[in-house]
Every structure is written in structure tokens, then in C-alpha cells.
């Protein structure tokens, strides 16, 4: 059960980063301080 979690939690952060990646990168090219 824990991989089945595990693998959904993984598919949801994948979701979640394809569809805010581009403004996230967008972001962290303007500003250098996210880039540390």
C-alpha cells in the first residue's frame, strides 16, 4: 500500500510541476535569489 501511495503521490507532484514548471523556471531566471 505504501508504494501504491508512494507512486500516486509522485504522479501528482509530476502533474503539478508539468503544469507550473514553466512559470516556476520563468520565475527563477528573473529572480537569482530563488536560485540561492
Known amino acids: 500500500m505504501k508504494g501504491i501511495e508512494l507512486l500516486a503521490l ?3 507532484l509530476v502533474g503539478i510541476y508539468g ?3 514553466p512559470v ?3 520565475f527563477a531566471f528573473r529572480s537569482p ?3 540561492g
Open 33 to 35: 535569489v530563488v536560485l
Open 24 to 26: 516556476v523556471l520563468s
Open 19 to 21: 503544469l507550473l514548471g
Open 10 to 12: 509522485g504522479l501528482r
